[in-house]
């Protein structure tokens, strides 16, 4: 491979520590329900709305990062069976360039267009 693979995987190091603190950060921000409940009598209604979004903007954060934990580990142990590099579906390389932008990628992109396709008829 032309590139340098050591780099990318020194990336993905970071990359999975800093999403693990992210974690740790947003499970550690979570607060009672009750504890912001107080002292606000009126618009019950209203505040249990913002909560509601509040824990759906929270949960899609989590998932996210999550997700993006989950995708920078797989490049990672791809890289302990030496298969770092090859997409998950076809097995053919992926583009170089590709891996430079988004070290995690594990799809070609046309496996990946595929797959997005399905996604959507789903
Ligand atoms: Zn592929």
Redesign the pocket.
């Known amino acids: 491979m032309s590139f340098n693979v050591d780099l990318l995987r020194s990336h993905l190091e970071s990359e999975q520590e800093h999403l693990a603190h992210e974690l740790e950060q947003l499970k550690a921000s979570v607060r009672p329900a009750d504890e912001r409940r107080e002292g606000s009598p009126f618009g019950k209604r209203e505040e249990e709305a913002t909560e509601t979004a509040e824990l759906e903007t929270r949960l899609g954060l989590e998932k996210r990062i999550r997700d993006q934990l989950a995708a920078v580990e797989h490049a990672l142990s791809k890289f302990e069976k030496g298969t770092y590099g090859l997409?998950d579906?076809?097995g053919?390389p992926i583009d170089p360039a590709r891996l430079e932008a988004l070290p995690q990628a594990s799809?070609?992109l046309?496996?990946k267009a595929s797959q997005a396709k399905d996604a959507k008829g789903k």
């Open positions: 997409c579906i076809c053919q799809l070609c046309n496996c």
